[in-house]
């Protein structure tokens, strides 16, 4: 198949731009996020699918907690981007001067943001190099009135050096995930907690 065919269409699927928050054994991390879903059309249950992948520090944290909080961001908070995308919490606490707090899930909930999403895992799905995470919402709020932040037009504004450097990142995660898709675990999704 040629990709090029397929990316405008492939491009359209990503979601507004959020930091993914999670928390286990007393630590907190965030990641940036651009793959979630709604997943229920039932209002008195509302549920969202996230997509994590397996190397990301937050995939070991979500995973073990059995929750995760979306934390939807604005336009004026691309700073976001770099901090919480482009290091690893496995290397710098990256909320540890980013004021927050805990919801029912457990998770951090940026105090500053368009808006949230906090969320219980209610099931997993393996898919080889990620793990698509349903979610159950338990608590949430928009917070603002502007518009949130969408990849299509972050890609525009960031500094042209994040812009590598994620490049670079992406890179190379695309060949991490050549060798690891094919490897999915069909077992079924057993609570951590």
């Known amino acids: 198949m040629e990709y090029s065919r397929i990316a405008p269409v492939m491009g359209r699927l990503w979601s507004p731009i959020a930091a993914v928050t999670s928390r286990w054994q007393s630590k907190s991390n965030a990641q940036i996020c ?8 039932v209002p008195s249950m509302p549920r969202v699918v996230v997509q994590i992948y397996k190397r990301n520090y937050s995939h070991e944290m979500v995973y073990r907690s059995g929750a995760f909080a979306l934390n939807y961001l604005r336009i004026d908070q ?10 690893s919490g496995r290397d710098v606490d990256k909320l540890g001067n ?3 707090t805990l919801k029912s899930s457990g998770c951090p909930i940026l105090e500053d943001c368009w808006g949230y999403l906090d969320c219980r895992v209610v099931n997993a799905m393996d898919g080889g190099d990620m793990t698509c995470f349903l979610g159950e919402v338990l608590d949430g709020n928009t917070l603002s009135d502007s518009e949130p932040l969408w990849w299509r037009h972050a890609r525009t504004v960031i500094p042209t050096s994040w ?3 994620w490049d670079r990142k992406i890179s190379s995660e695309i060949e991490h995930s050549v060798t690891s898709m094919e490897a999915i ?5 057993e609570s951590q907690g």
């Not at 651009?34 to 059309?41: D, L």
């Not at 691309?78 to 482009?86: A, E, R, T, V």
């Open 163 to 165: 812009m590598e450097e």
């Open 78 to 87: 691309l700073q976001y981007i770099k901090d919480f995308g482009l290091v």
């Open 98 to 100: 980013v004021p927050h």
């Open 185 to 189: 675990d069909y077992s079924p999704w």
């Open 34 to 41: 651009v793959a979630i879903g709604a997943a229920s059309i």
